[in-house]
Structure formats: structure tokens, C-alpha cells
């Protein structure tokens, strides 16, 4: 899983999902968008907007589709 806030300083940032698929990033608070993108090896890459309004705990689901053989 990938983070990025392309209108801000951020750096990119990564986390890998434990044995029950979540993930968790933590960023500095306040207003901002983020684009999520989620990558699995055999699976579609899928891509999510995500924003924020202050300090919030937010979920974002991701459903992954094998890609076709």
C-alpha cells in the first residue's frame, strides 16, 4: 500500500498488510487528500482518493481482483 498527498511535502509512504490484510499510516494532522494505491503480486492494481479534515481515524477498504489468466 502506497501514500502520497500530491499537493503537499510528504513523502510517499508504504506499509505492507499483516496476515489480516490491514495496513495503518499514520500523518501528521489537518486538512489533505491522499491518493492510495494498493499493489498485489497476481492482482489488479486498485487506487483510492482519501481525505482528511483533522486528527481522524479513517478505513479505507480494498477489494483486490486476481487478474484474468
Given at each position: 500500500?502506497?501514500?502520497?498527498?500530491?499537493?503537499?511535502?510528504f513523502?510517499?509512504?508504504?506499509a505492507?498488510?499483516d496476515?489480516?490484510?490491514?495496513?495503518?499510516f499514520?500523518?501528521?494532522?489537518?486538512?489533505?487528500?491522499?491518493?492510495?494505491?494498493?499493489?498485489?503480486?497476481?492482482?489488479?492494481?486498485?487506487?483510492k482518493?482519501?481525505?482528511?479534515?483533522s486528527?481522524?481515524?479513517?478505513?479505507v477498504?480494498f477489494?483486490?481482483?486476481?487478474?484474468p489468466?
Amino acid at each position: 500500500i502506497e501514500a502520497a498527498s500530491p499537493r503537499s511535502k510528504f513523502k510517499r509512504r508504504k506499509a505492507v498488510s499483516d496476515a489480516r490484510g490491514e495496513f495503518a499510516f499514520r500523518v501528521p494532522p489537518g486538512e489533505a487528500t491522499y491518493k492510495l494505491t494498493a499493489r498485489a503480486r497476481g492482482h489488479d492494481v486498485q487506487e483510492k482518493t482519501a481525505s482528511v479534515t483533522s486528527e481522524e481515524h479513517l478505513d479505507v477498504f480494498f477489494q483486490l481482483k486476481p487478474v484474468p489468466k
